[in-house]
């Protein structure tokens, strides 16, 4: 059998250097996913964040971490101290030979040390350099700190997570970051096209504050068409009226509305057609929803319906309703737990799950896999995340230095 011949990843040729902490780790991971050769750099003690939970069988360990194995997998480890000036001529001559920075030092950090763009432009002119602070580089916050919260509030995605109930709250699993990293690796990747073109390299500017309002979904339209502000919770509004989006089942949850209106309407009649099959005729079976508006239907008939299907629903698990749903083309889908998700047919037919080797502890992790496949060229987790300066004398030889003057380094707290 002949073998298929492969393509490099993309970004195969390049080189990153990771400066970021927990809020950029995700950009660096995703140039590393295409391909590049991303080096992470943190300070000799280790990363802040490596003390981050959750830890690998709940051992509280620095290198054990699960929250920087996610983040930081397909990159080298290297440490170096930038506060020092051996640090900041040895980071020169990596930038020499690199193609990519990113970085979330407050503005002009770097600057006051003489590694601000400028001048590491003036080393090598085609550096892209991607910073990210939690609002910019500019404007009477840039001095601002933030964390998730403060960012998830300031971005304006807090206010419409949670219970319509009780004031916003953030949601559980930090999102800020995952916002911001995503967008960055897109807008770096612009810049990269840009240099590829012209030559020259690129300052790219993320607010953390500003992805969160990007990624916000139809908030600021709806508040710009209609002047109306989204709701939290389980209900929204839909044509003027406050709708459910999700209802109970016997074991979780599926997400489903009501649809009214030319055209959205008809989509209404298969759930009927089902209530009436399980012997449960809705009191809207002969309702006409696709001349309805919400001007048309009142509030209280919109909760008396959805009162009618959460009934329904709650009769049933949520295999046995999406089992049906799909075979009568009804407009629904269950809401997947954790367990859920990592059991999902769809995701196991596609090897999404990748089985990652961790000599270190004597084991394999299993981690979530690429965001995209190429037709030719897998992209896989080629390597788990870096313990702290691991990569060092691979790294620093390669520059140049000597095993001798790495020893010098490290005893004097450089690396």
Same mark, same amino acid.
């Given at each position: 059998?002949?073998?298929?011949?492969?393509?490099?990843?993309?970004?195969?040729?390049?080189?990153?250097?990771?400066?970021?902490?927990?809020?950029?780790?995700?950009?660096?991971?995703?140039?590393?996913?295409?391909?590049? =050769?991303?080096?992470?750099?943190?300070?000799?003690?280790?990363?802040?964040?490596?003390?981050?939970?959750?830890?690998?069988?709940?051992? @509280?360990?620095?290198?054990?971490?699960?929250?920087?194995?996610? +983040?930081?997998?397909?990159?080298? /480890?290297?440490?170096?101290?930038?506060?020092?000036?051996?640090?900041?001529?040895?980071?020169?001559?990596?930038?020499?030979?690199?193609?990519?920075? @990113?970085?979330?030092?407050?503005?002009?950090?770097?600057?006051?040390?003489?590694?601000?763009?400028?001048? #590491?432009?003036?080393?090598?002119?085609?550096?892209?350099?991607?910073?990210?602070?939690?609002?910019?580089?500019?404007?009477?916050?840039?001095?601002?700190?933030?964390?998730?919260?403060?960012?998830?509030?300031?971005?304006?995605?807090?206010?419409?997570?949670?219970?319509?109930?009780?004031?916003?709250?953030?949601?559980?699993?930090?999102?800020?970051?995952?916002?911001?990293?995503?967008?960055?690796?897109?807008?770096?990747?612009?810049?990269?096209?840009?240099? @590829?073109?012209?030559?020259?390299?690129?300052?790219? =500017?993320?607010?953390?504050?500003?992805?969160?309002?990007?990624? #916000?979904?139809?908030?600021?339209?709806?508040? *710009?068409?209609?002047?109306?502000?989204?709701?939290?919770?389980?209900? +929204?509004?839909?044509?003027?009226?406050?709708?459910?989006?999700?209802?109970?089942?016997?074991? /979780?949850?599926?997400?489903?509305?009501? *649809?009214? /209106?030319?055209?959205?309407?008809?989509?209404?009649?298969?759930?009927?057609?089902?209530?009436?099959?399980?012997?449960?005729?809705?009191?809207?079976? +002969?309702?006409?929803?696709?001349?309805?508006?919400?001007?048309?239907?009142?509030?209280?008939?919109?909760?008396?319906?959805?009162?009618?299907?959460?009934?329904?629903?709650?009769?049933?698990?949520?295999?046995?309703?999406?089992?049906?749903?799909?075979?009568?083309?009804? *407009?629904?889908?269950?809401?997947?737990?954790?367990? =859920?998700?990592?059991?999902?047919?769809?995701?196991?037919?596609? =090897?999404?799950?990748?089985?990652?080797?961790?000599?270190? #502890?004597?084991?394999? @992790?299993?981690?979530?896999?690429?965001?995209?496949?190429?037709?030719?060229?897998?992209?896989?987790?080629?390597?788990?995340?870096?313990?702290?300066?691991? +990569?060092?004398?691979?790294?620093?030889?390669?520059?140049?230095?000597?095993?001798?003057?790495?020893?010098?380094?490290?005893?004097?707290?450089?690396?």
């Amino acid at each position: 059998m002949t073998e298929t011949p492969t393509l490099d990843l993309p970004l195969d040729p390049y080189r990153v250097l990771d400066l970021s902490d927990d809020t950029g780790f995700l950009c660096g991971r995703i140039l590393g996913d295409l391909g590049a =050769d991303v080096i992470k750099i943190e300070p000799p003690p280790g990363d802040p964040s490596r003390r981050h939970g959750p830890y690998y069988q709940d051992d @509280v360990d620095e290198q054990k971490s699960l929250t920087w194995f996610a +983040h930081n997998y397909n990159k080298r /480890g290297v440490t170096l101290d930038l506060a020092t000036a051996d640090g900041r001529q040895l980071f020169e001559r990596l930038v020499a030979s690199a193609h990519f920075v @990113v970085e979330c030092f407050p503005p002009g950090h770097l600057d006051a040390l003489g590694l601000g763009y400028e001048a #590491l432009r003036r080393i090598n002119p085609g550096l892209v350099m991607t910073s990210i602070t939690p609002f910019g580089q500019t404007g009477p916050r840039r001095d601002y700190q933030a964390d998730d919260l403060v960012a998830m509030a300031g971005g304006g995605l807090m206010y419409i997570s949670g219970d319509e109930d009780r004031p916003p709250v953030r949601v559980g699993v930090p999102q800020a970051a995952v916002l911001a990293g995503t967008q960055a690796a897109v807008g770096t990747m612009l810049a990269h096209y840009g240099r @590829v073109r012209t030559g020259h390299g690129r300052h790219l =500017d993320v607010s953390v504050q500003a992805a969160v309002a990007n990624a #916000l979904p139809n908030t600021p339209h709806l508040w *710009f068409s209609d002047q109306e502000v989204q709701r939290r919770g389980a209900r +929204h509004r839909y044509g003027g009226r406050v709708i459910r989006s999700s209802f109970p089942a016997k074991d /979780g949850f599926v997400a489903t509305q009501l *649809f009214w /209106g030319d055209g959205a309407g008809s989509r209404m009649q298969a759930l009927i057609d089902w209530m009436v099959d399980e012997g449960q005729p809705p009191s809207f079976q +002969h309702y006409d929803f696709n001349n309805a508006s919400g001007a048309t239907i009142a509030q209280e008939q919109v909760d008396g319906w959805q009162r009618e299907m959460a009934e329904f629903f709650a009769r049933f698990t949520k295999a046995e309703i999406y089992a049906e749903a799909l075979k009568r083309r009804v *407009f629904l889908f269950a809401v997947s737990s954790p367990a =859920d998700t990592f059991s999902d047919l769809q995701l196991q037919d596609r =090897d999404f799950f990748q089985d990652v080797e961790h000599p270190e #502890l004597g084991a394999t @992790v299993r981690y979530p896999g690429a965001f995209c496949r190429f037709s030719e060229t897998p992209v896989r987790i080629r390597r788990r995340a870096p313990l702290i300066g691991e +990569h060092n004398v691979e790294v620093y030889e390669d520059l140049g230095y000597s095993r001798q003057q790495l020893v010098t380094l490290k005893e004097a707290g450089v690396i």
